[in-house]
């Protein structure tokens, strides 16, 4: 049997690896994909302890995430449309319409 | 004994009706896609989101969740994931009153709008959202709600999808809101390991039992980001940078919703996690530090920051929204104020000063969302001597402006003296309150400075030689004038506010 501790480090590397993503690249879509490492930690960690502590609250939390990471991107989706009719481009650092 | 009682569930009525008015605005434009009929979206969204209000009210002055004899503080069973208590209802009255004000004034922004119902349902679905998270009571329900408020949001800020600016906007709060909603669940996962449960009361339990002790690595973090999240809601610091893109590119009114009803709603589930779920002094036994001092550095360096780069803007619409950063650093003071036994007068100041917020800043966006209906320009300059052509307008909005600067008569002085004896209070058992005490009063005077700055455009500066007829949209009109003639009331009517925000606020700490 795998110790919940390994599975603790599985995600925090996970979670890692998308925070890296998230403040190193530019193209919005990858952007995407980072967040969704980062929420995918979270469901990591979720499960895993909801087996060490033996109820089923975490478990059923994960389904609820995934259906909200799946709400998220659509409307992050619809946005990046938006961006690329208007700005021909999906890199994040283009639109500096607004400096302060 | 009522001869007839109301279903348990029906305590949530404000947040129930505003759901059943979200979903009758979808109905229509399923009826008639691409509807204009701008009277009956946006009358049947202020007619929903004014019922909404007279039910928290009527619930108010019903007693609903006030403390029973039994011991339950609210008419919800905890284990539903929802708990109506007087703080739940106070802020589901501010929601639903920023709510019905911005509707009343996007019914002349939207003009020529072509997605009426679209925007109609999305600021309902998030006030929905908002009113949820009120009244949430399990991590669980605190970030359904949250996402339920956040997404409409995103969609809303990018709605002029022909205009780049809204859409950067969009783009930023989108990007940052994605962000931070997975730093907070991660926070939620990392509590749900060192405690094994997600409703606040079970978790408290476990960490005051001490069974949560060779935890104390994971809980801390889980905490530190829990904060991350909450941060975002209300634009304080550290996830502040997304707010003044977001409200400088979106349409005004929403601006206006996000910066009022979005951070109030923020800041409900900051006072119900932190005071609930992590009981101060038995927190500090686990992870080695109290939360206290981690709101005490961000209020100090919120309301700072917000106020210094507010002093330096020339658009008008930006200065306010690093005002509503500020802001959000006094309200942070009602968390950093806490103490083991007690503290309820400070949050309930805090609370008091969102309510208050609501209707002056609420107000001053939509005096923006005038400017932007005239067409008559972004800057300071472009304000110059609007006071001849617009006197009411340009009254409300002086009024609005000396109320979040906290100049005596209006009610935004009276939350921030609250405010600030309550810090002082808190400063017996803690410190550093005298610090977070100074600040707000430097802060505030520092403040005045650039809200004065606009009245003198308004007031004193000669208009422009050449300007157009200003129009007089009764929407937006009626909704400032409502939001200028609260702010003056609510100093005749402060004595209940008061009882209403330290009641509510004893209902959590005490």
Redesign the interface.
């Known amino acids: 049997m795998i110790g919940v501790e390994y599975y603790v480090l599985l995600s925090m590397a996970v979670f890692s690896i998308g925070l890296v993503g998230v403040l190193t690249r530019r193209n919005a879509l990858t952007f995407l994909m980072s967040v969704e490492l980062m929420l995918n930690a979270a469901n990591i960690n979720l499960i895993a302890f909801a087996f060490y502590h033996g109820n089923l609250t975490g478990q059923v939390f994960a389904l609820f995430t995934m259906a909200l990471a799946a709400a998220e991107v659509a409307v992050g989706l619809g946005i990046i449309l938006v961006l690329y009719r208007n700005f021909r481009d999906i890199d994040v650092t283009v639109p500096t319409t607004m400096r302060w | 004994m009522a001869i007839y009682e109301l279903p348990q569930w029906a305590a949530l009525g404000p947040a129930l009706l505003l759901a059943a008015t979200a979903l009758m605005l979808f109905l229509f434009d399923s009826i008639s896609p691409r509807s204009t009929n701008r009277s009956l979206l946006a009358g049947t969204a202020a007619a929903g989101s004014l019922a909404s209000l007279a039910v928290a009210v009527w619930f108010t002055a019903a007693g609903v969740g006030t403390p029973t004899a039994e011991g339950g503080r609210g008419v919800i069973d905890p284990t539903h994931g929802f708990v109506v208590d007087q703080l739940a209802l106070y802020f589901m009255i501010v929601v639903a009153i920023v709510t019905a004000l911005i509707v009343v004034a996007s019914y002349d922004y939207l003009v020529d709008h072509a997605y009426q119902a679209e925007y109609y349902s999305l600021v309902i679905l998030a006030a929905t959202g908002m009113s949820l998270m009120a009244a949430a009571d399990s991590?669980?329900t605190i970030?359904?709600a949250l996402?339920l408020a956040s997404?409409p949001s995103?969609?809303l800020v990018?709605i002029l999808?022909?205009n780049?600016?809204s859409?950067?906007?969009?783009?930023?709060y989108?990007?940052i809101g994605?962000?931070s909603?997975?730093?907070f669940?991660?926070g939620?996962?990392?509590v749900?390991?060192a405690t094994?449960?997600?409703e606040l009361s079970a978790i408290a339990e476990v960490i005051t039992d001490g069974e949560a002790d060779p935890y104390g690595g994971?809980l801390g973090l889980g905490l530190l980001m829990l904060i991350g999240g909450v941060a975002f809601k209300t634009a304080s610091v550290p996830f502040h940078f997304w707010a003044?893109?977001a409200y400088?590119?979106a349409p005004a009114p929403i601006s206006a919703f996000l910066s009022s009803a979005s951070k109030a709603a923020g800041f409900v589930i900051a006072f119900r996690i932190f005071t609930e779920a992590f009981p101060l002094g038995e927190i500090g036994a686990v992870i080695g530090f109290d939360w206290t001092v981690a709101f005490i550095v961000l209020a100090i360096v919120t309301m700072t920051l917000g106020n210094f780069?507010a002093a330096t803007?020339d658009n008008v619409k930006?200065m306010l929204a690093y005002s509503s950063i500020g802001h959000a650093g006094y309200a942070l003071i009602g968390l950093a104020g806490l103490t083991v036994d007690g503290g309820e007068l400070v949050m309930g100041a805090a609370m008091m000063h969102l309510l208050v917020y609501g209707f002056m800043n609420t107000g001053a966006f939509l005096f923006v969302a005038l400017a932007e209906h005239w067409g008559v320009g972004r800057t300071f300059e472009d304000y110059n001597g609007l006071s001849a052509q617009a006197p009411v307008a340009c009254a409300a909005m002086a009024v609005f402006l000396f109320s979040l600067a906290g100049i005596p008569p209006f009610g935004g002085f009276f939350s921030k003296y609250f405010l600030f004896v309550g810090a002082i209070e808190a400063a017996a058992a803690n410190m550093a309150m005298l610090v977070v005490a100074a600040a707000l009063v430097v802060n505030s005077a520092l403040s005045l400075y650039y809200y004065s700055r606009l009245v003198k455009a308004l007031w004193i500066e000669e208009p422009p030689a050449t300007r157009d007829r200003l129009a007089q949209p009764t929407g937006i009109y009626a909704a400032i004038v409502v939001a200028a003639v609260m702010t003056i009331v609510i100093l005749p009517g402060f004595g209940p506010v008061v009882d209403a925000a330290i009641g509510a606020a004893e209902a959590v700490v005490g």
Do not use: C, N
Request: proline content about 2%; cysteine-free.
């Open positions: 991590l669980v970030f359904i996402e997404l995103y969609a990018a999808k022909d780049r600016g859409v950067e906007a969009g783009l930023k989108f990007l994605a962000l909603s997975a730093i669940v991660y939620i996962s990392l749900y390991g094994g449960h997600l994971l003044p893109e400088e590119g780069a803007q930006r």
